[in-house]
């Protein structure tokens, strides 16, 4: 379910391609072009003597007049293929982000060793409280808490991106998991919604606007995730390039790359995170019109109503539970 919920949260609205999203994969064809060039110290005579990596397109490109028409469509092939194929792992790169790692023994060794991390990292940030060093006083003590509200800031947002020990939520093995399902997490604990099976009402009930921006929100999530895979990927460009000491600098190259590809990412999904629970904050009651149900009167019973809901999507209302009434409403008092 974990795994459902974290990819539903993104997938489903984000877009299958953008102008965003195709920059990574043209860098990385870029690249591999510009290292050709260099093995060969121009452009100019490609095909003179042609080796092993240029040897099917200079033969493609000798033959005239349609040579260079087919060589020019394969690039184009090529290219349009490496970006489907990117796209479509998207999902399943960013699930492997999140923790899904197979039930082999090492990944339960490895899962149990990061969510031993991750318990420690929460209890750290749930009992931290830092008081002024003695002795600070007057301009002293005002700037120790000035600058100590940085630290205070950031370590709310990080205990922020985590469920809590009393949700039904799990730890999962990874920050970006954790932030994914610290979402699910903090809508079922304020307004009793199962994300589960309120999501994909909730998006269609926003106004076209708002879902607009969810969506581009959920696509440079994936973009990025996109931009970690070509970075990654990358690193094979090493097979062509001559000596030792160059490929060393190259797969340096792209490591270094990896990991700020990866902080980006971790970054974009903290805002996404962000973004989605601002938006029950603000628009969740057009989730309960969307379906006829009345909103919550107070907000003492907003969790009671948000369960209600849940249950009434899930299809798990007790025959024996109150009656739960519809109020359907015309489509010009909806539009208002």
Known sequence: M???LVKGLLEPIAKRWSAVMGGPLLLFWLAGVLIMLWMRGSGTRLCRTPDFAADVPCTIAAQRPWGPVVLTAAATAVVVMSAWALTASAGF?????AGRWGTS????AYTRHRMAHHHARRSDLAAWRHAPPAGLADEDLDAWNSQNGWRAT????AYARYPRVSDPQHLLPTAMGNALVSVSAEVRRMYGLDLAVCWDPFVKALETPVRDELTAAATRVFARVQGLVCAATAALWAIVIPG???RLLWVA??????WASHRSLRAGVDTYCRHVTGLFVVHRVRLYRALGLAPPATAQDEVNCGTTLSAV?????RASSASVPYEWVSPG????
């Not at 023994?105 to 339960?108: E, H, S």
């Not at 950031?154 to 947002?157: G, I, K, L, Y």
């Not at 999507?313 to 209302?317: A, C, E, G, K, P």
Request: aromatic letters at 0%; glycine letters at 2%; proline letters at 3%.
């Open 2 to 4: 974990l795994g459902d």
């Open 93 to 97: 790169v960013l699930e492997v982000l």
């Open 105 to 108: 023994r090492i990944a339960l």
């Open 154 to 157: 950031r370590r709310r947002a």
């Open 244 to 246: 030792v000491l160059p």
């Open 253 to 258: 190259t792209c490591a270094l790359l990896v």
């Open 313 to 317: 999507l899930s299809r798990s209302l």
């Open 333 to 336: 008092d909806s539009a208002a």
